[in-house]
Structure formats: structure tokens, C-alpha cells
């Protein structure tokens, strides 16, 4: 034992000779360069190759330091008793990832490579526009030289990818609104945003589960479409038209779509929209896998005709100062694109245009009471792909309510019951709305609220079939009117055509006596 102690003492005494003599025959400019040399001949001979990927990319995050830590946070392989737990802001899940110079190894198509959560303090401050944090934190990937192509070319974008299909799963769905107008905040962001909670899914939605289905199966084809439509040259976008009278689920649509999906929501105020050019710079601050919405359109601007100029019904409870692109603009305006107002144009370019695509997988939604009011143009496929007509509770959409308030299935209900209901449902041309507000104030009592219900439904049917009476019996004197006056018209003009000729007679017989 107490050779070894000896033969170690002199050891460290021959290392503490060989440093001294080190520090006083080379300087440190020799020193740093020898040690550099050393470096080198290390990765030559070594079989691996080493990135560094800095939190902090001169004064810039780097974004891929982010995907690094997200992505390394869902791996199954994290094991250990010290995990560092992250809450990112508008985000309800706890993320956990590496802890300070830990290691993971991961395999990706059959490469292994290994992850290096490094971090060091930072010397001293150098000068820099904000504060850099105290410590520097980065993370070492080490690679095997021969898999270098394989971690370059694809495994750092499958890094990125799975990143952001995290932070979305983690983040809340946000809604945002345009509501500050064309200004933008101190980050030059033109939109506000809050967390969207809506609890609106297409299990809850009532309507034709057909249709339903059908409204599914296509936004999941979109979705997952991303291949299909680089394949055919079309931009990664899809439009849906919801159109029908108010409280028959249009809104409601839209947010089990965004909670379908998991997409955001941009809801955009066309009204505090000044221009096309303030419009395109919207569309640009929106995010990829997101709902762009404009509701109730016809009443946001006019969109009678991009031919005609202004006028028109449409326009009554809109904007005053919109005109057509077609029309000439009034002075002050830029044009067609850069105008000083929004038009119909400007709105289509938005919407199906080049700046369209800006980003991928967009959605766009407009709804609307009136669809008779709305250009054609407008409507057209590759603009608003699917029209969907959110009608009047139909029997199967008035068995969904029932089911979501009341917890009734359909053998819950007494047969006659049922049918007395089948029978009514539909003639009463009831919403949705007006049947969920009956089953809500009545819903700790499911027997009085579907009996209250089937007298709604008969006192509206009763009181459509009075309407419709009324309707048909207002257009037969409507028709007998406009027979009648058909008939006075050659009439009269034959007494006029009369009392000349008469006239003309009397001036001849004058004439010749
Ligand atoms: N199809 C539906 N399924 C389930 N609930 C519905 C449906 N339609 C309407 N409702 C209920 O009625 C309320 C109003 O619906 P919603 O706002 O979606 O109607 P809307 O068609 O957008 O009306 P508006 O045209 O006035 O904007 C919602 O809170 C929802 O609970
Ligand atoms: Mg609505």
C-alpha cells in the first residue's frame, strides 16, 4: 500500500514538472494552437463527428436548440431521477426534458445517435441588445461519420416536425381576432389572440350524421393530404361555405372543426379591415394548420357582383366605403390591389390568390344567413369547396339533442311518443338553438321537457301551416291583380288610341268643310 502511495506522488510530481515546464517554454499563443492541433488529430482518427446547438444563435433563439429539448421530451428512452419540467406559456401540459450535461441516445431508421444536454456558465457579458442569460446551454449531437448524410439530410427535420406536432398537442387552440385593426403590436403582430376553449365537437354537433360524416371524412382528407396536393400542384387549402339561418350551428361548426383538427382559429373582422393590402398582411401573420373565418359575409362587405358597381342589398349592413374592382376607383385609391378600400376582389385574391398559400394547410370558413346575396365568383370550387347548408332540426339531428341533454336514446321513448314526434319535428322548422334553449331550462325533468317540446313543435307547425295559407292566398290575389292590370293596359291604351283617331276625324272633317 504504501508503495503505490509513493509511486503516485511521484507521479503527480513529474506531471506538476512537465506542466511548469510546459507553461514556461511554450507561450499560450503556441499552447492554444497546439491544443487545437491535438483536437484535430483526434477527429481524424475518431469515428464520430460532433454538432454543437446552441440555445442562443448570436443574439437569436435558435429555434432548432426548442425542437431539440421538445422533441427529446417525448422520447421513451428519458429515464432518471433529475428531469428539468417545463410549462410553456398558453400551454396546460407539463413537459419534462434532459437535466444539465445528462445523455440520451436515440435511434432513428436504424442510426443510433446520442444527445448531450451541455451547460456552462457564461464567461463574462459580452455587449449584446438584451441580456444573455448566465448560462450557456446547448446540446452536443454525436454522430457516427458514416451516418452523417442520414442525420443532415432528414433526421434533424424529423426533429423539427415532431417538435411542433408536440408543442400543438401541448398548446391550447388559440382564437385570434383582428379587432386593433391594421396596427400591430411591439412584436409587429397584427393579431390578439386568447385561449379558445370552445366546447364544441361534432359528437355534440346535431345534424344528419351522413352529412356529418361526410364533413369529417373530408377535413380528415385534407389534412392528412399534404402529399396529394404537392402531387397535383394545388395549394394545401380548403374552403367551406356554412350557410343557413341563425342558430342552426354554423359557429358551432366551426369550433368542433378547429377541435377536430387541433388547428387554431383566425377570426377576421373584415370590417376593420381598411384595405386589400392591410388583408394580405393578415393572411401573412397567420399560422400553418389553422381555421381563417369570416362570418356572416354578406353583411361585412358588398359582394353583390365584382361586374356591378356598389349598391345593392347586400351591402345595407356592411361598409359604406367599399366599391368593386371592376368600378373605377374614387379618388384616393391605389387601384385594384393596393386601394385604399377592400373589395370584392382583393377578398377573393385572399382567399384563393397567390398569398393564399402563404404557409400550408389552411382552412377557410365563411358563413352567411343569405347565400342568395353572395357573387357566384365567390362560391365557386377551389374557393369554397364544400357548401354546407345548416338548416332546421331534422328528426335525426332532434335525437343528437336529446341525446346530449337529456342522456335519452331512442328506446328511452315511448313508440307512439316517438312517432307523434317524427311526425312534427320537421314542419316545425325549428333551429337547433330553439329546441337546445326548451331542453335546457327543462332539463332536470326529461318527461315535461319532451312533452313541452312536442307542443313547440305543434304550435310552430301550426303556425307554419297558417303562414303558408296566408302566403299562398297573398300571391293568388297577388296573381289576379297583375292578370287584371295585364288586361287594363291594352285597354286604356285602346280608349286613348280611340279618342285620337276621333279627334284626327273631327280636324279632316273641318278641314274639308
Ligand atoms: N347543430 C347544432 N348542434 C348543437 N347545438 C346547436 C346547433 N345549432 C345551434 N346550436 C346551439 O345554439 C347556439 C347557437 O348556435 P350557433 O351560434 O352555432 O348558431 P349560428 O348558426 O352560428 O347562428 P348565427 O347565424 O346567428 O351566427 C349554440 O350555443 C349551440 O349550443
Ligand atoms: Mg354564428
Redesign the pocket.
Known sequence: MKEIWTTMASMMGVWAFCQSLLHTVFPPALRYASLKFLQRLHSWFSSYCYYDITEIDGVNTNELYNAVQLYLSSSASITGTRLSLTRGLNSSTITYGLSNNDRLVDTYNGVTVEWEHVVTQRQSQTFSWRPLPEEKRGFILRVKKKNRQVVLGSYLDFVMEKANEIRRKNQDRLLYTNSRGGSMDSRGHPWESVPFKHP?TFE????DPEKKAEIMADLLDFANGESFYQRTGRAWKRGYL?Y????????????AMANYLGYDIYDLELTEVNTNSELRKLLMKTSSKSIIVI??IDCSINLTNRKKNGGGSANSGGRKNNHDAASPAPPGANGEDGGSTITLSGLLNFTDGLWSCCGSEKIFVF?T?HIEKLDPALLRSGRMDMHIN?SY?SFS?FK??LK?YLEYEDTDLEKPMLEELEGVVEVAEM???DI??VLIKNRRDKNKAVRELLEAFKTRAEQNRAKKLLESKRNEVEDEEQEKRALDIPKDGFDQLEETCNKCEEKDDEKIH
Open positions: 364544441s355534440t354537433l346535431a345534424m356554412l343557413g339561418p341563425p342558430g342552426t350551428g354554423k359557429s358551432s361548426m366551426i369550433a362570418e356572416d358563413t344567413n345548416m332540426c339531428a343528437i339533442l346530449n333551429t337547433p338553438a337546445s334553449e
